[in-house]
């Protein structure tokens, strides 16, 4: 199995920024993708950013050239740094992860929640 474990969420003004780590561990070599996914409450769980082999990225609409994802192989962590944050980013942020025979997600971290207040 893989675990996952998220950290960085907290509590930001409108148009601040945070950084979102989450730390991979188990059997890392079985995962072909990464993400992250948030939910708000009354609203299901959406995708926000995922990075793939190769370093292929895709992204939200929602949160295209303000947020960014990225990889440190080597501490088999993945990043989320989040820039010009609204309040309708406030959510429980969620790391995911890919086998590689899935074609869904199907590894989950706890989730670490981001708060902007207006």
């Known amino acids: 199995q893989v675990q996952l474990v998220e950290s960085g969420g907290g509590l930001v003004q409108a148009g601040g920024s945070l950084r979102l780590s989450c730390a991979a561990s188990g059997s890392i070599g079985s995962i072909d993708a990464m993400g992250w996914f948030r939910q708000a409450p009354g609203k299901p769980r959406e995708l926000v950013a995922t990075i793939a082999t190769r370093g292929i990225t895709n992204y939200a609409d929602s949160v295209k050239g303000r947020f960014t994802i990225s990889r440190d192989n080597a501490k088999d962590t993945v990043y989320l740094q989040m820039n010009s944050l609204k309040p309708e980013d406030t959510a429980l942020y969620y790391c995911?992860?890919?086998?590689?025979?899935?074609?869904?997600?199907?590894?989950w971290g706890q989730g670490t929640q981001v708060t902007v207040s207006s």
């Open positions: 995911g992860a890919k086998h590689w025979a899935s074609v869904q997600y199907n590894y």
